[in-house]
């Protein structure tokens, strides 16, 4: 990116912009920090220039941040010394259904060994029932905890670590206002460059602008609520970077066993799963993760994917969450004249769950991470940029603009027209988050930048549902603006 790009950057969004360096993405790396919470840290301690004392960073960090290492001392200053400690961590909260207690646990310290060592205080419950049980699937927050001896039920009594507060990770007061009309400060191409530096990307590692736009539509689950896509790519290209480490808003499921109560509901600890709880839910590695039930798995899939509700039992319950599922490809196959979906666990290979992804990304498309890709130089606030998409989400005027401009045949499929509709919402607050009304759209940007792009990631779903079941036709409606 150019240096009056940056400079452009750090004059529209001054508090926003912080200075981006692979070589200290590696050193964060190494303290298994993910990229919002490193940005942050970064502008805590960044000079006018961006520069950081990377010796005063690794002290703030394993003071407030502590390592496995240190979790022996921390329970010493809580027992010995009678000491509350607070500090920045993984979390897992759950309610336990037989005791009717809030428990938690700290992934990265093995904490706790045994159930009931460590407590949620039944006032936090109370107080912050929603922030804990988003944070059920890992995520980070501010955590005090002491230790007290107490009696649980009718046992004895006896000590437990006690979380007697939590605030999660919210550094940023987010004016969406403000980023929609900063983009009007921009171009389409150096606002497309601002996002891919925003999320560790040098624009200027890519070979053309087809690269930038694959590599930006990994980005439509982030800010359009249940976007379900199917991205089937080699090796290398950054899939699993991108859905796990630029927002705390999203979960990755990486191979292992996934079953319905973690998707869904999980009836013994009375907790909503993972559609409930997220912007969307990627299921990694899609060749090698079980399903310990699939036709109970694919049965909540549909009736979910098709209206946002789910029924466990006697529980009904709704989630905003998109569905992606992330593959690997080989070569010979990277084409969609190809049975690409050959590639999916036969869980998913009914045609009737394939209609209800929207859109099909072609992951042979995006390059191989490459030195040349990774950002050097100043761009946005990762944390900030994910802060801003999850607020966009529950912005309506980017779909009443879409239905406004489409011009949809009377005859034509109704999931092939949402799908459409979805995608076009996506791209439209993705590339254009100022176009909130009709009048500020430019009709021909918007068809070559939301229309065409949509149209052809669902032609390639409706492709392969034709090659699955003959049933379906493989062409689209012809949607027009």
């Known amino acids: ?95 336990d259904i037989k005791s009717g207690e809030g428990l938690f646990s700290l992934p990265d310290f093995g904490f706790p060994r045994r159930r009931y060592e460590a407590i949620i205080a039944s006032s936090l419950v109370r107080e912050k029932r929603e922030d804990l049980l988003r944070s059920a699937g890992e995520s980070w927050g501010s955590v005090e905890l002491e230790w007290r001896v107490e009696r649980l039920g009718s046992g004895s009594e006896e000590g437990h670590i006690i979380m007697t507060d939590f605030r999660p990770f919210r550094p940023y007061r987010v004016e969406t206002d403000f980023f929609q009309q900063a983009r009007i400060e921009f171009s389409l191409e150096e606002w497309i460059d601002q996002l891919l530096m925003a999320i560790d990307y040098n624009p200027t590692g890519f070979y053309t602008p087809q690269e930038k736009l694959s590599m930006l539509a990994r980005l439509l689950p982030f800010v359009e609520k249940r976007l379900n896509l199917i991205e089937l790519a080699p090796k290398g290209t950054g899939k699993s970077y991108v859905f796990s480490q630029l927002s705390k808003y999203g979960w990755l499921v990486s191979g292992g066993s996934i079953g319905r109560p973690r998707l869904f509901y999980n009836v013994g600890s009375r907790t909503p799963g993972l559609v409930s709880r997220y912007d969307y839910v990627t299921l990694d590695e899609i060749q090698s993760i079980a399903f310990p039930n699939e036709e109970e798995v694919r049965g909540a899939l549909k009736g979910y994917m098709e209206s946002g509700e789910y029924r466990v039992g006697d ?167």
């Open 315 to 481: 529980y009904r319950g709704v989630g905003e969450a998109g569905i992606v599922l992330l593959g690997n490809i080989d070569v010979e196959k990277m084409d969609t004249v190809e049975r690409l979906f050959d590639e999916l666990p036969i869980c998913f290979r009914e045609s009737a769950l394939i209609d209800r992804f929207h859109g099909f990304l072609k992951g042979w498309d995006i390059p191989r991470m490459r030195e040349n890709l990774k950002a050097e130089g100043w761009g946005l606030n990762t944390e900030y940029l994910s802060e801003i998409f999850h607020s966009l989400r529950d912005d309506v005027r980017y779909r009443a603009v879409v239905d406004s401009l489409l011009q949809i045949p009377k005859g034509a499929d109704t999931r092939d027209t949402e799908a459409v509709k979805r995608l076009c919402t996506a791209w439209l607050k993705l590339l254009f988050p100022h176009a909130i009304t009709l009048e500020v759209v430019e009709r021909e940007q918007f068809v070559e930048y939301c229309l065409e792009p949509a149209m052809q990631m669902r032609g390639i779903i409706r492709q392969q549902l034709h090659k699955l079941d003959a049933e379906y036709g493989e062409a689209l409606p012809e949607i027009g603006c």
């Open 1 to 95: 990116m150019s240096d009056s790009d940056q400079s452009k950057v750090r004059r529209i969004f001054p508090d926003m912009a912080v200075y981006k360096s692979a070589r200290r993405s590696k050193q964060f790396a190494a303290l298994s920090l993910p990229s919002y919470l490193r940005d942050w840290i970064v502008m805590r301690f960044a000079d006018a220039s961006g520069q950081v004392d990377m010796d005063e960073v690794h002290g703030y960090v394993r003071q407030t941040i502590p390592r496995r290492e240190d979790w022996e001392a921390l329970k010493s200053r809580m027992v010995n010394l009678g000491e509350a400690v607070r500090f920045l961590a993984k979390v897992q909260a759950e309610i």
